[in-house]
């Protein structure tokens, strides 16, 4: 990390605005984070007196569960409002929401919605941090962020590894981060799926767009699998999801091409049998509750500097 730094960012919007710096910061404060985890008593101090507002619009387990236990070990008051229980069934805007939430003096608002761009637009009229827990296609930089610390805990590094993606690229929030951050920490990424869910300007942004899946997870150090996000397309764009599992699925034999101790990972929810094999998600070579595990310790990394603390 350079000399002198320090860690200036009020909201956590994206991957696209951290640094290399800033997310070496964030995943090392993480790992202090992650011992509270293990103790007895899983509490401290931290940010006693902080209020937390959970804004969730879309469904929700790891993420939403994650950042309010994050929350709780640190002691902050948390607050959990969903679209079903909020103003916006009357027909209140998320602005008007935004307003009124703020108005009661909130320290941190944690939010995820459907519309890319969401946080942004947030965090231009509350005073309150805003983390961005998901907005439409656009990113997901709490999930990134755990994904990285995932991979270094595992690979002691973050540059000159072989990331391989595979699925929805197109829909996947995650794999927008993930791309964003693994390049920016040194290291390749090689995405394959099929053609109607690779977006465009991939290749502007220095990653291989493979034409098959041996390509992509020859050699590999971590292949990351996704799901198919059916609920952000409009008209599908699979023939079945029989023959996606044949010929986009990782199975045992695809996970055999990466090399001997690739991690296998997944951002969850899992449809097994289709994007990864059961055998493959249950392996030895699975991480897949160890992201789950540092989603917890990144979230509280995250909360702590927001607030200020450094």
């Known amino acids: 990390m350079t000399t002198g730094y320090f860690f200036s960012h009020r909201h956590i919007l994206d991957i696209e605005h951290l640094s290399a710096d800033d997310i070496d910061h964030i995943l090392t404060t993480a790992e202090s984070f992650k011992e509270i985890s293990a103790r ?7 940010l006693r007196g ?27 008051d ?20 935004a307003r009124n939430i703020s108005a009661m003096n909130p320290d941190i608002i944690i ?4 519309f890319s761009g969401a946080p942004h637009m947030l965090s231009q009229y509350v005073n309150a941090a805003v983390i961005n827990a998901g907005d439409g296609t656009h990113e997901h930089p709490s999930q990134g962020l755990l994904d990285m ?36 920490m040194g290291s ?17 942004l220095g990653v291989t767009v493979c034409s098959n899946m041996k390509e992509a997870v020859q050699d590999a150090d971590v292949v990351m699998t996704l799901r198919i996000q059916k609920e952000r397309q409009d008209d599908p764009l699979l023939p079945s ?22 991690l296998i990972m997944h951002p969850g929810p899992i449809n097994r049998g289709i994007e990864l094999m059961p055998d493959v998600a249950d392996g030895s070579q699975s991480v897949i509750l160890d992201q789950v595990t540092n989603g917890v310790a990144v979230r509280m990394a995250l909360l702590y500097l927001v607030t200020g603390n450094n």
């Open 40 to 46: 007895p008593i899983k509490k401290v101090p931290t």
């Open 50 to 76: 902080n209020t937390i507002i959970n804004l969730f619009f879309e469904p929700s387990t790891r993420t939403r569960l994650s950042f309010e236990i994050a929350a709780k070990r640190m002691s902050a």
């Open 78 to 97: 948390t607050f959990n409002i969903s679209a079903s229980t909020s103003s916006t069934t009357k027909g209140e805007t998320l602005i008007d929401t």
């Open 111 to 114: 939010l995820r919605h459907s």
């Open 149 to 184: 610390m995932t991979v270094r805990e595992h690979k002691k590094r973050l540059n000159n590894l072989k990331i391989a993606i595979i699925g929805d690229i197109l829909h996947s929030r995650v794999a927008h981060s993930d791309i964003l951050g693994f390049l920016r």
């Open 188 to 204: 390749e990424i090689f995405v394959y799926g099929p053609g109607t869910l690779i977006p465009p300007g991939l290749k502007e």
């Open 241 to 262: 999801l029989r023959e996606y599992a044949a010929v986009y699925g990782v199975t045992a034999q695809v996970a055999s091409w990466a090399r001997p101790d690739a």
